[in-house]
């Protein structure tokens, strides 16, 4: 399955907080206990050097993080395919672009992993008039 277009804004000096849900073709959510996740934010696709936002989540310990990228636990005999972003405002005021393009990925957990690209797309920055002064 080819990855899903999605583009998003972040609003420059305010907190992000979004969440995809992974379904397959039928629609069932797709069980992501285990598996990684890792989200770049680059000026363009072939851009080199460091990303705009590195963002990685690690299923094989389970551990959840403020910010970033979560995988949402399974609750009971509910599967959960979502992944939550979350960047804290203290990182959205540094940001300068005006476009930027992502892409997010999962990583099964499995001894030979499988690398399955969800979504793309670009990321526009809606910019702040009020700052804080430090």
């Known amino acids: 399955m080819a990855a899903g277009q999605y583009n998003f804004t972040i609003e420059q000096g305010a907190t992000l907080k979004k969440q995809f849900t992974y379904k397959d073709s039928t629609g069932a959510v797709v069980d992501l206990d285990g ?16 990303p705009i936002e590195n963002l990685t989540y690690s299923g094989q310990d389970g551990s959840r993080t403020a910010v970033g990228l979560n995988i ?7 599967a959960s395919g979502t992944i939550e972003l979350h960047i ?10 005006d476009q930027a393009v992502y892409d997010l990925e999962i990583v099964s957990g499995s001894t030979f992993p499988v690398v399955t690209r969800l979504l793309q797309g670009t990321v526009t920055l809606d910019k702040e008039v009020t700052t804080v002064s430090a």
């Open 35 to 50: 598996y990684d996740a890792r989200m770049q934010i680059r000026a363009t696709v072939g851009s080199t050097g460091d």
């Open 72 to 78: 949402l636990p399974t609750t009971g005999s509910e």
């Open 88 to 97: 804290h405002h203290a990182s959205s005021s540094l940001y300068t672009f």
